[in-house]
């Protein structure tokens, strides 16, 4: 059991992730200089890097957490601030469920696993919510839940052919402190 364990960590190592010159293409045009960013964190970062983090995963880490003057101009301010946009989506005026399905094979203590992603243990994500906001443009009847809400899982079931159902549902926001 312990050579398959090796095995399946040995190709979770060898899987090859785009450097992050390539990742940061599309975001040249929003944000200023990060190409220039990235290249001098990964200058600095090199003779510093910990043994279990890549060095294009140290640096996006040290690019997203970088502080700037004005703070308008930190990478992490700009990103947030793109995906703001979501509030303007329509909201679903009423209570709704909104389901969310996964196939689980994370894990395996065993390399006999199916790497085109059949199989496996399906969850079913069944969520009552209020604030989920309608995706316009889809051809299904799709919607998205906001970040900042709060949600419960209230329960779930396991079937017997490997389908489980988690129920979820939003609970009010806690009162400021």
Known sequence: MLSHMLTYHQREREKVYNPMEQTIEQLV???DDIDTNVYIIKQELSADNPKDLALDELAANHLYTLEESPHTKCV?????HAIRPLNKLPSIERHCTVY???RVRSCDLSDEYNEDGTGGVRIVFKIDCYSSKRIPWSDDDEAVLMPGFYFQVVGKLRSSDDLNTVYIREKHHP???
Do not use: A, D, M
């Not at 992490?76 to 947030?80: E, G, Q």
């Open 100 to 102: 969310r399905g996964v």
């Open 29 to 31: 045009q929003l944000i």
């Open 76 to 80: 992490s301010y700009r990103l947030n």
């Open 175 to 177: 009162p400021l402190k």
